[in-house]
């Protein structure tokens, strides 16, 4: 009996530390098309960036002020584009980021719409899009805006769903 109160206890631990760092998170939209797909299974890892900075690429989850049919707070899933101090321009489909065209083969247009100019991403916050930028709700509109550092959940690091798409994620 004391063999089996042991190992109950030490499941629940792992549980629980796996927990604080892991989170399951499901695709609910088409935004990150190509790379996500609506019901795509992925873990976030929540500690990313306690230890780490946040990169150019990185996919993130993020708590916004976009609500669900139900009221609730929409957590999104998007790739950043720019970091704090960072200047980025969009026009003629382009993004330039710091005076550099971005090389952006994750897009499923392969354009970004929208016109920006010298838009300088605040101290603290960083600036978003999906990959789908033709349907993507993100940094370029006001609902959502550049995402305060403090509401990013994590990065998105495997996709575990489907199966034959199992793998880390870029």
Not at 9 to 37: N, R
Not at 81 to 108: A, H, R
Not at 124 to 139: A, C, E, P, T
Request: net charge negative; aromatic share 8%.
């Amino acid at each position: 009996m004391k063999g089996l109160i042991r190992d109950i206890l030490i499941a629940l631990v792992i549980v629980i530390a796996i927990t604080l760092v892991i989170k399951p998170t499901i695709v609910k939209e088409s935004s990150m098309q190509p790379t996500l797909y609506e019901n795509n299974y992925l873990l976030v890892n929540k500690q990313a960036y306690r230890f780490g900075e946040e990169k150019r690429g990185d996919i993130i989850v993020f708590r916004s002020d976009l609500e669900n049919e139900k009221g609730d707070k929409k957590l999104l899933i998007k790739r950043i584009i720019g970091l704090p101090g960072d200047t980025i321009t969009i026009q003629d489909g382009k993004v330039i980021l710091n005076g550099t065209e971005l090389q952006e083969d994750y897009t499923l247009e392969g354009e970004t719409m929208g016109d920006l100019t010298d838009f300088k991403v605040p101290d603290g916050q960083l600036f978003v899009m999906g990959d789908n930028r033709r349907v993507s709700v993100d940094s370029r509109s006001e609902e959502v805006g550049c995402v305060d550092e403090s509401r990013v959940m994590g990065k998105a690091f495997v996709r575990l769903y489907p199966f034959n798409e199992i793998g880390g994620l870029y």
